[in-house]
């Protein structure tokens, strides 16, 4: 049974961010430790997270969940009916981004439909500059 790791740092900038990086396996045993983490981080107080997928090697359904889970905590319940645009992409969120998914894990988000709702950046310093642009 593989584990998750989960490390957190901040970055204080226009607009502070809380970044989770993720390594190991996002799965149904490990959902609830990554939406501890996060319900965590909402409660301190950060209103801005950014998940680095870089570290995981895979994502199951519960994954997802967990995933989808977070976009809900840390999108206000108003802003989800708003659809944003950036650039040729509409997405709901500018609260909650993905970064460095590898190409196996990119899929699973891609055809479960992530990738309408969530910006995924395939670069960690570009995703956290993001949040102030």
């Not at 149904?28 to 409660?43: F, H, I, M, S, V």
Request: hydrophobic residues 40%.
């Amino acid at each position: 049974m593989s584990e998750l790791n989960i490390t957190a740092s901040q970055i204080q900038g226009e607009v502070p961010v809380t970044i989770l990086h993720l390594s190991g396996h996002l799965h149904g045993n490990t959902e609830p430790e990554l939406l501890d983490r996060a319900r965590q981080a909402k409660e301190d107080g950060s209103t801005h997270l950014l998940l680095d997928l870089s570290g995981v090697d895979v994502l199951t359904s519960a994954g997802l969940r967990a995933i989808h889970n977070i976009f809900n905590l840390f999108t206000p319940q108003s802003d989800q009916a708003l659809i944003k645009q950036h650039g040729d992409e509409p997405y709901k969120s500018p609260y909650f981004k993905l970064a460095c998914p590898n190409p196996n894990v990119y899929y699973v988000l891609n055809i479960a439909g992530f990738l309408q709702n969530i910006l995924i950046y395939n670069n960690l310093e570009d995703a956290a500059n993001s949040f102030a642009a």
